[in-house]
């Protein structure tokens, strides 16, 4: 079974709008980290937002915020007030802390796409 | 800045080569990983390591092998390169801080093309 599911392989959305990226996690380890990179057309991996398992708030970051559901088992990404630089390939990403050495395990990604 | 850099951003190799990937970075981080990256697959471990001359297999390490003799850099090797390995290899490094929200800094990858 995957352990992160990205279902959306590729988005639009006007810029200055809103667009929520799915992400949904499967894991039986209490404690989890959930993370969220962004890959621009140049490949570098940028780490965009970060939420714990424990954390009670959904995590912000600037235009940037994490929408927690952990009994849904989601971590959408939400980005306000879209800009064309925000083009890019995004995934999300999972820690166990059950699991070895920091280890993250990603889903297949989302190319987003914001157009004029 | 964290700087994980990975010594070649393009390489073409023929079937049946050795070929040796380098990555290093300069934060003194215990952890060090290496993916591929596939259209459609996203980023798939391949072997990590989380102290000098510590190998773990990740996901996918048919094919694969690593070396870390030292902190700071990690090697990834392919014994005899196949075509099925043609692919973008991203390296990446972090902190062992157990908080859980280290997150993992990447260099800039190596798109592999094996002919």
């Known amino acids: 079974a995957q352990k992160i599911t990205q279902t959306q392989p590729g988005m639009f959305v006007q810029e200055k709008e809103a667009v929520t990226l799915d992400c949904t996690y499967d894991?039986?380890?209490?404690?989890?980290?959930l993370f969220w990179y962004k890959q621009p057309s140049s490949g570098e991996m940028i780490f965009l937002i970060y939420?714990?398992?424990?954390?009670?708030q959904n995590a912000t970051e600037g235009r940037y915020s994490l929408n927690f559901q952990k009994a849904r088992k989601s971590a959408n990404l939400v980005i306000s007030a879209s800009q064309l630089g925000d083009s890019a390939m995004y995934f999300c990403?999972?820690?166990?802390?059950?699991?070895?050495?920091?280890?993250?395990?990603f889903g297949t990604g989302t190319q987003l796409k914001v157009e004029l | 800045d964290v700087k994980v850099t990975q010594s070649s951003r393009y390489l073409v190799k023929r079937t049946g080569e050795k070929v040796f990937l380098e990555c290093v970075q300069d934060m003194d981080h215990e952890n060090m990983f290496w993916y591929r990256q596939d259209p459609g697959l996203g980023l798939r471990l391949i072997y990590f390591s989380y102290d000098v001359k510590m190998k773990e297999k990740g996901d996918i390490p048919e094919g694969y092998s690593v070396s870390r003799e030292k902190k700071e850099r990690f090697s990834l090797i392919l014994e005899s390169a196949s075509t099925n390995q043609t692919s973008m290899y991203l390296c990446?490094?972090?902190?062992?801080?157990?908080?859980?929200?280290?997150?993992?800094?990447f260099g800039s990858g190596t798109q592999l093309s094996v002919l």
């Open positions: 939420q714990g398992s424990y954390d009670q």
């Open positions: 990403a999972m820690r166990e802390r059950g699991g070895g050495g920091n280890k993250l395990t």
């Open positions: 894991t039986s380890d209490p404690s989890y980290g």
């Open positions: 990446a490094s972090s902190p062992t801080r157990d908080r859980g929200n280290e997150k993992l800094f």
